[in-house]
């Protein structure tokens, strides 16, 4: 079992920055992909950005590479979602998720999934 909180998320201008964190606890260790996934409104979920556990190796979603940045800290067990210029395009409801494997996009692939935080753009 594997247990996800994220938290960071809230209001910001177009333009601003904000730091999303997820917390694991629990058998990290068999941990393969840790991901974030977003969920705007009628709209699918969709990955935002992604990195293996163990490597470091990172994927991000065309549209926010050059603005968010993904990154792990194995020691305290945390997986960071660095959010640069924010546009109107990214308010939505921002999932951590975790998976055994070595995957990336399907969401159906992740293991277990953290509660969301919210985060919304003013223009």
């Known amino acids: 079992q594997v247990h996800l909180m994220e938290s960071g998320g809230g209001l910001v201008q177009a333009g601003g920055s904000l730091r999303l964190s997820c917390k694991l606890s629990g058998r990290t260790y068999s941990l393969w992909t840790m991901g974030w996934f977003r969920q705007a409104p009628d709209k699918e979920r969709e990955l935002v950005a992604a990195i293996t556990w163990t490597t470091g190796s990172t994927n991000l979603a065309d549209s926010v590479k050059g603005r968010f940045t993904i990154s792990r800290d194995g020691v305290k067990n945390t997986v960071d979602l660095q959010m640069n210029n924010l546009k109107p395009g990214d308010p939505a409801v921002y999932y951590c998720?975790?998976?055994?494997?070595?995957?990336?996009?399907?969401?159906?692939?992740?293991?277990?999934w953290g509660q969301g935080t919210a985060v919304t753009v003013s223009s």
């Open positions: 998720a975790a998976s055994f494997y070595n995957t990336w996009y399907d969401p159906k692939t992740y293991d277990y």
